[in-house]
Nanobody, 124 residues
């Protein structure tokens, strides 16, 4: 069992940056692949980024490539999402997710545990 708590969301102007954190409790964080997803009002939960269990491989949605960076610190049981050059269309609730596998997935169905989400709002 893994509990996930996101933090770091907020209101930022277009072109600005935010860094999201996701703290995990429970055992064996280093054996879980991790992902970030987002959900805008009236839309589905979309893949943003993922990282495998040892941090050696990452994947990004095309819409965020070159602007967002996912990373993890297994010693701190934490995964991060650095978001730069933010756009109004990045506005959404951002969710952290854990997958009981060393290898990440790119759909919400691939993940077993979810955080409560953190709101990111980008003003134009």
């Amino acid at each position: 069992q893994v509990q996930l708590v996101e933090s770091g969301g907020g209101l930022v102007q277009a072109g600005g940056s935010l860094k999201l954190s996701c703290a995990a409790s429970g055992r064996s964080f280093s054996s879980y692949a991790m992902g970030w997803f987002r959900q805008a009002p009236g839309k589905g939960r979309d893949f943003v980024a993922a990282i495998n269990s040892n941090g050696g491989s990452t994947n990004y949605a095309d819409s965020v490539k070159g602007r967002f960076t996912i990373s993890r610190e297994n010693a701190k049981n934490t995964v991060y999402l650095q978001m730069n050059s933010l756009k109004p269309e990045d506005t959404a609730v951002y969710y952290c997710a854990a997958r009981s596998s060393n290898w990440y997935g790119v759909t919400a169905y691939d993940y077993n545990y979810w955080g409560q989400g953190t709101q990111v709002t980008v003003s134009s």
